[in-house]
């Protein structure tokens, strides 16, 4: 947190060389606030807020327990949106781990230690406490166990400025890669979840992978072929459409389908990983907000989804810090610092569990999407608050 | 602090196990509690993510048609009860001297409607029903109300009836069909103790021929068709197209305005049609 510089004599009031040995004076709660909401930005919008907290609420709002502006129908409608979304997000995160995994394997390692160490936390003490109390749940236990889990992984460091300093430009590496793991763990937890396609498992697990090479070839073909801009951003959209529309005729993951072809776009000779990402950069924030707004828009009030919450936000929280305890091994980062950024879950999580309840029964989707969606926002406040407490501790 | 890299580490670990300490702690309080007991309701699996998008199926849409079909068709609908027609009783044999005397005959069963049979207002009080050989209306004595036979025509193999009149006030009568050609869904009505039901078919080719019992043609569908004897014919649209009924080369339909001209005026007296 910048503080301004006290130039007056002290005299008239300024810093004495006591003052300035016990340093400036701690601020008021409206002040801390006031601070934080100066100190950062996100969409330009409210300065700290990240999208979450804002889209989140705004979607519960809307939705049909809400002002019913976005009814059952429109939901319904947009489920076909979301499965572009999610795709897109893979895409994303496939370009990202192509360009890092050339030259940061250690990172890539670390990252997927913090990921995978945040995914049991979270899975164990879901399936534990489920069991333990009795919760009625009408999809196997380790299906809803694993969705909290995936969805906890999910790390967006947006509370990182990766210009500020060392530990947050590593952090929203980290942030990018550690979705990697959680998205191939994903892939394989759609083909066991039971399902009324009478069709071999591990065919199913390999479906994402033939559909994201087959549309990487299909992009690559034909994205550098494009005569105008134009018609370049059609082809892109059309091969996501794609991506989306194939992930859901299959019923697999749109995230991994997403993956492996932004993966391919990233690994193939040529600029086709630059120019998605120059398209993308056009329709990214917009799909934040339909993401964001769908989910809160879909949220339904349970008992079992707050009292899922609480082992949630707590083994979430437990399996950030350790995680980042672990990988700090790895890094040349403080730990503590690392877990601070990791907090923020991002659009990510709640990505995860609207993939979830696509494939979930019903009753489990709603109650995954639900707890997902509540700890994210929760999680988005904290890390607000926790970072800048954090880094004005260090300065100490 | 000289010993601040060495004690930096310090820390962290005692922040994760802290953290993890807490956790694991107010789990383990948490899961004493047990979640309150709820009745899990029923409810309709969620649909694929383009289903909102995909055209709907034909057959949706047929189920659709013939679920408002029934509700159109209904008021102009009765159901009868049928029963075999009872054979005559044995001539009773003069019983000899020296014979010993023949037990006594057990009672009368009572009057069980076997089979049920759909018939088709061709006025608002007077029905058409197809009526088997060898059976007849179902009536309760003493049950006032009921339908009531107004002719048998065994060379046509139907039967008038008077019928109590419908409940409600919409035209029982419906519009006719003039000529059936086939290859066309039709939905095909029969009748089940608890009401009328309705199914769709399809009826490819047919053939008008003449019909010397009803002096008009009647629309011969096939053996083949899926369309029982007895059963009412309606094109989608809630016009009646007929009555379907057995023939030597099969199923033949006595088409709506035939029906109408025979019955709809032998009723009114105009006519002496029956035969």
Not at chain 1, 132 to 141: E, F, K, Q, R, V
Not at chain 1, 316 to 326: F, Q, S, Y
Not at chain 2, 155 to 162: D, M
Request: net charge neutral.
């Amino acid at each position: 947190m910048a503080v301004p510089r006290d130039i007056r004599r002290r005299e008239i009031g300024g810093q004495d060389p006591l003052d300035r040995r016990l340093g400036p004076p701690p601020p008021t709660p409206l002040v801390w606030l006031l601070s934080l909401l100066r100190t950062r930005s996100a969409l330009g919008l409210a300065p700290s807020l990240t999208p979450a907290v804002i889209f989140l609420p705004l979607g519960a709002l809307l939705g049909p327990l809400g002002l019913g502006l976005i009814s059952t129908r429109i939901l319904s409608r947009l489920d076909v949106a979301v499965t572009i979304a999610l795709a897109v997000i893979g895409v994303m995160v496939g370009i990202a781990l192509g360009r890092e995994i050339r030259h940061a394997q250690r990172l890539f390692i670390a990252a997927s230690l913090e990921s995978l160490i945040t995914i049991g936390a979270v899975a164990a003490a879901t399936a534990y406490f489920a069991a333990t109390t009795g919760l009625p749940i009408d999809a196997p236990l380790a299906a809803l166990a694993l969705a909290l889990g995936l969805s906890a992984s999910a790390s967006s460091a947006t509370s990182a400025d990766p210009d500020s300093e060392p530990v947050a430009a590593v952090a929203t590496r980290v942030a990018d890669l550690d979705d990697v793991l959680p998205i191939a763990i994903a892939v394989v937890a759609m083909a066991i979840v039971p399902s009324a396609d009478p069709g071999p498992r591990w065919i199913l697990s390999l479906l994402p992978i033939a559909a994201g090479i087959a549309i990487g070839a299909i992009g690559g073909l034909v994205f550098e072929r494009a005569e105008s801009g134009a018609e370049r951003a059609v082809f892109v959209l059309g091969t996501l459409s794609l991506a989306g529309g194939a992930a859901a005729y299959l019923h697999v993951s749109p995230l991994g389908v997403g993956l492996v072809a932004g993966l391919c776009w990233t690994i193939v000779p040529g600029r086709a990983d630059r120019i998605v990402q120059d398209d993308l950069r056009r329709v990214q924030h917009p799909l934040v907000v339909l993401l964001l707004v769908t989910a809160g828009a879909m949220w339904t009030p349970s008992i079992a989804a707050v009292w899922l919450l609480t082992p949630y936000l707590l083994f979430r929280l437990a399996g950030k810090v350790t995680g980042a305890w672990v990988s700090a091994w790895f890094l040349d980062v403080s730990a503590s610092d690392l877990a601070a950024y990791l907090i923020s879950p991002g659009v990510l999580a709640v990505a995860f569990a609207l993939n979830f309840r696509q494939v979930l029964p019903p009753a489990t989707g709603d109650m995954v999407l639900s707890t997902v969606a509540i700890a994210t926002a929760a999680f988005e406040l904290f890390a607000v608050a926790v970072v800048p407490h954090w880094r004005r501790e260090d300065r100490r | 602090m000289a010993n601040g890299i060495e004690e930096r580490p310090g820390r962290e670990t005692r922040l994760v196990v802290l953290v993890v300490a807490v956790s694991v702690a107010v789990l383990m309080l948490l899961a004493r509690f047990r979640f309150p007991p709820a009745n899990l309701t029923t409810v309709a699996p969620t649909p694929g993510p383009f289903a909102g998008l995909a055209a709907r199926a034909t057959f949706d849409d047929m189920a659709a048609t013939i679920a408002a079909l029934m509700t159109k068709i209904t008021p102009g609908l009765a159901v009868v009860p049928l029963v075999p027609v009872p054979t005559d009783p044995p001539v009773p044999v003069k019983p000899s001297a020296k014979a010993p005397a023949p037990p006594a005959l057990p009672p009368a069963p009572p009057v069980v409607p076997s089979i049920f049979a759909v018939a088709v207002r061709v006025r608002p009080d007077v029905g058409v029903v197809a009526m088997p050989a060898g059976m007849q209306l179902a009536t309760e004595p003493g049950v006032a109300g009921g339908p009531e036979l107004i002719a048998l025509e065994t060379a046509r193999g139907v039967a008038s009836l008077r019928l109590p009149p419908p409940s409600d006030t919409s035209p029982a009568v419906p519009d006719a069909v003039d000529r059936f050609s086939g290859f066309a869904y039709v939905a095909v009505v029969t009748a089940t103790a608890n009401g009328p039901t309705l199914r769709p078919v399809f009826i490819g080719r047919v053939d008008h021929s003449p019909d010397a019992a009803w002096g008009a043609p009647t629309v011969q569908i096939g053996r083949d068709s899926g369309v029982p004897s007895g059963a009412l014919i309606y094109a989608l649209d809630g016009r009646f197209i007929g009555l379907a009924i057995e023939r030597t080369g099969g199923i033949s339909i006595v088409p709506a305005p035939t029906l109408d001209s025979v019955f709809a005026a032998a009723a009114s007296g105009s006519g002496g049609a029956a035969r």
